[in-house]
């Protein structure tokens, strides 16, 4: 295993995609901007036993398709290994790792769970929050992105605003909490749909929806720009759609935890925006800490988002 760690590190997973350009693109500006060191970490092969030419060959290869990725800055740290892609990342992730960012093949929910995802396996069990890059997913870090975050009311979503809120002060963007009315008359989305699809219902159901985002945005301990919108429909395609109408966003959604089949058959809200959002997705799983909130000179140089 690699040896040389820094502690506030943004850990991304990198294959052999043709994803993986634009996968490592934004975990280079994410890392920038957050102020945490880069650390590449690519399997080129599963078989930890391979031996003598084959062992070298492997690892050459892996090496090759860093510098084919433009990872040959001295400031990035390059961990190539053989083994398991998914314990590969999270023995990483592991010495102290800020934020993991990692690419997904599109799959849908249902595909992503009979294959074994790793992007989706440990989104639902890391220490730290983890981007997921959707193929096509952009963001402009430079824009003072706006941070699409899901609220309703569950410990996940709550723990999911507070990080979204601390990404938000550290990007130089502003927070959106999102509650998301679900509609029996909506018909079943097959896609991840945009355009506008605003509240409708009685007033009362308005007034009750808009006080649970007030009840969620009313604690944040950051000084950002907060709004708040009420939408009705499906959670995953509605926060795809308002993360689709801003000039540059991330959305922030919580993981409950469940294993990647159990999501698939529970229509994960996280899984199915990783698998074919419009934008980056940062999953804040249970293992999460609270960000930590101290002032940056008593952090040491530690980005917001950090937990305690």
Known sequence: MHTTTRPDSLVCGVDDSPHATEVVAVAAALAEQLGLRLRLVHSPDPNVFLIGQPRRD???RG???LDALGANDSTVDR????GSPAGLLRAVIAEDAALAVVGTRGRGPGRAALLGSISHRLAGSSPCPVVI???GATIDIAAAPTVVCGVDGSPAADAALQHGAALAKALGGRLLAVHVRADALTPHATSLMPGPQPFTGSLDTAHTALASVENATEHLAV???VDTRIETGYAADRLAAVAAQERSAILVVGSRGHGAARSALLG???????????VPVMVVSPAVSPPDRRPRHERAGVPALRGA
Request: charged share 20%; proline share 15%.
């Open 58 to 60: 492997a690892l050459r």
């Open 133 to 135: 890059v959707p193929p």
């Open 268 to 278: 994960s809200v996280s899984l199915r925006l990783a698998a074919g959002g419009p």
């Open 63 to 65: 090496e090759e398709l």
């Open 79 to 82: 961990v190539v290994e053989l």
């Open 223 to 225: 000084d950002i720009p």
